[in-house]
């Protein structure tokens, strides 16, 4: 077992502290033997981000909760080192290049707007909702914009959240656009709407009341809570000021780790919130809880023992955090060295609903429903790609191909998890089997959408994610990259 695994019963049992005991799960009800499921979706989290990943800077006591009554993966992947392609990944339980909207890196202000999730595909959602579950999504779409796409067209019944990719965490009302071209205003089920008050509590206000009202109408139930935090702008709770200063949400002359943080326990406070309700109203004992990120993280993150970021498929970029509890079916304080990735979580969830993907749809994913249970580690084969193939990554078994900044490696990531050590000469037919594999993969994907990388639509030179102007990297406006 990894290092990683390793952290201490105490620890965890210090981390949650203060939380509200267990001891109410026994009365959870029936729902008619169909489990709920609550699908808590971090932004940008990286991967020792929380406590129990490692984090010494603050602690996160309900998320460590969760890990304490559940089960803890510490080779955990996403689909994507960007948000709407792995979200894709995660509706779909597909690879996101299989689709228009999964080529997107991610949707923004640029983005076509005939580019979406297509209502016709089947989802989570829409396969849950068709075997008896009510399905709500709280907090980011990120898939697509009224009036072809949105989260009440591919299976969701209820939406209060954000559209686009980004909000300011105080000013998500009429006038949200005033922090720039990617900041978006919160609706109800598809009406722009204004509520007073910081984004993550907001979210977890609704949460908990969607709770309130599933346990009224005793409906076994699909609850994605798809936070915005940490994803920037860089706000705490109490940073309304600084909202008031943001011309633009990308927020690069601002934040520190100490906001940060403030973030996170902010996002923590509001999963106690949601675990408490489920306490409260008797039906922990019958629900699984999801916590896991989109991505890596991001400037102010902490990716340790990996390099890299979001944007990056370096181990940074690519690993999350990803914890599943479901009292009674998956042993509580569990660590699984399994590898995993985004896209697992649609067939899995499934097959614990009871319902099979669609069969016009095969899932890329597999379904780990038997390693929740407690079988042993198997090997695994993951693809990405990232910017029109200029970033490309396999993970097989303990091997990782990577072709990033034009330079080319393979690395034992589980030896090696920081990626120093290049082996594609010492291991010359691993490497060329390796990057003949990602090929032979790429070849059956959708191809990439050229689009410009650093110019608005205005032919303006657009910073990169660390705010820095290159124009030696830049497509000029009208240039054929760009048509």
């Known amino acids: 077992m990894s290092l990683l695994a390793n952290l201490s019963r105490r620890h965890l049992l210090a981390g949650a502290a203060g939380t509200l005991a267990f001891a109410t799960a026994g009365r959870a009800s029936a729902q008619a033997g169909k ?44 689909n994507s080192a960007v948000c709407s392609a792995t979200r894709t990944a995660l509706i779909t339980g597909r690879y996101q290049y299989r689709l228009q909207v999964g080529l997107e890196e991610p949707i923004n202000a640029s983005t076509p707007k005939n580019i979406g999730l297509p ?34 067209k591919s299976g ?35 009406v722009p709407v204004e509520r007073h008050g910081y984004m993550t509590n907001l979210l977890g206000d609704r949460a908990v009341a969607t709770i309130e009202g599933y346990a009224r109408s005793k409906e076994p139930f699909l609850l994605s809570l798809h936070f915005t935090a940490p994803h920037w702008p860089w706000e705490g709770p109490d940073d309304e000021a600084e909202s008031k200063r943001i011309r ?43 916590f896991t990120s989109d991505n890596g993280g991001e400037r102010f993150s902490k990716t340790w023992p ?40 649609m067939p899995t969830l499934l097959a614990i ?27 695994r084969k993951f693809y990405w790609r990232y910017k029109s193939g200029s970033q490309r990554a396999i ?19 589980q030896r090696d998890p920081r990626e120093r050590a290049n082996l594609r000469d010492r291991y010359k037919d691993v490497f060329d089997r390796l990057k003949g594999d990602w090929e032979a993969w790429n070849a059956t994907m959708l191809e990439e959408r050229p689009r410009p990388a650093l110019f608005s639509n205005a032919g303006n030179l657009l910073p990169d994610r660390y705010g820095v102007v290159n124009p030696a990297t830049a497509v000029p406006p009208g240039s054929a990259a760009q048509r």
């Open 306 to 345: 990996f390099t890299g970021m979001k944007q990056e498929l370096l181990e940074g970029g690519l690993r999350i955090p990803a914890i599943v509890r479901w009292p009674g079916h998956i042993a509580a304080g569990s660590v699984s060295d399994q590898a995993m990735i985004t896209m697992d979580w």
């Open 248 to 290: 633009n949400i990308r927020h690069y002359d601002g934040g520190t780790q100490k906001t940060y943080g403030r973030m996170v326990q902010s996002l923590d406070v509001n999963i106690g919130r949601v675990l408490q309700a489920l306490d409260v109203h008797g039906l922990a004992a019958n629900t699984v809880v999801i």
């Open 156 to 190: 969701y019944d209820h939406f209060f959240g954000i559209f686009g990719g980004a909000a300011d965490y105080f000013n998500h009302g009429p006038d949200a656009a005033r922090s720039g071209a990617e900041a978006y205003q919160l609706h109800e089920e598809e």
């Open 119 to 152: 209502p016709s595909h089947p989802t989570l959602p829409s396969l849950l909702k068709k075997a008896g579950c009510g399905t709500t999504l709280v907090g980011k779409w990120h898939l697509g914009f009224l009036p072809d796409f949105s989260p009440l």
């Open 35 to 78: 489990p709920n499921i609550i699908f808590i979706l971090a932004d940008d989290l990286g991967f020792a981000d929380v406590s129990c990943y490692g984090q010494r800077d603050y602690t996160t006591p309900n998320v460590d909760r969760l890990a304490l009554e559940g089960m803890r993966f510490t080779q955990a992947y996403a």
């Open 395 to 413: 993970r097989e078994a303990d091997w990782k191909y990577l072709r990033i900044a034009g330079n080319e490696f393979l690395f034992d990531v």
């Open 353 to 379: 609903g009871g319902t099979p993907p669609d069969p016009a749809y095969p899932p890329d994913g597999e379904d780990l429903a038997p390693v929740l249970m407690g079988t042993a580690p198997h090997p």
